[in-house]
């Protein structure tokens, strides 16, 4: 799917995981993986910085967010869901969570 052609987003292997594709500038292109919990609420970024060469972190936004909530097709109940974002470099468990407004 794409949107405004700077977002792209696509299913991935397993339910409710997609990749997706930021276009910034012209050809550059950045790449994430994420899943959506759709019950708690909560979309969790996987952030790849040696294959997106862009973090994840600075690019949610507000707008970016409703953006992405279109793109899957996903009506939250209410009007906050939470982001997790998981850095694959470390491999760590711990991850830094934020609450997003759409």
Same mark, same amino acid.
């Given at each position: !799917? !794409?949107?405004?052609?700077? *977002?792209?987003?696509?299913? =991935?292997? #397993? ?5 997706? %594709?930021?276009?910034?500038?012209? =050809?550059?292109? =950045? #790449? ?17 910085? $040696?294959?997106?060469? %862009?973090? *994840?972190?600075?690019?949610?936004? +507000?707008?970016? &967010? +409703?953006?992405?909530? /279109?793109? %899957? ?7 906050? *869901? *939470?982001? $997790? ?8 468990? /711990?991850?830094?969570?934020? =609450?997003?407004? &759409?």
């Amino acid at each position: !799917m !794409m949107n405004d052609d700077w *977002i792209t987003v696509f299913p =991935a292997d #397993y339910n409710n995981s997609y990749h997706l %594709i930021l276009k910034r500038g012209t =050809a550059h292109y =950045a #790449y994430y993986y994420f899943k959506v919990d759709k019950l708690d609420q909560r979309v969790t970024f996987y952030d790849d910085v $040696d294959r997106s060469g %862009i973090s *994840i972190k600075p690019q949610i936004t +507000r707008e970016f &967010i +409703r953006t992405l909530v /279109k793109e %899957i097709d996903w009506h939250p109940v209410g009007n906050s *869901i *939470i982001i $997790d974002i998981y850095n694959v470099q470390r491999e760590e468990t /711990k991850s830094t969570r934020l =609450a997003c407004d &759409i």
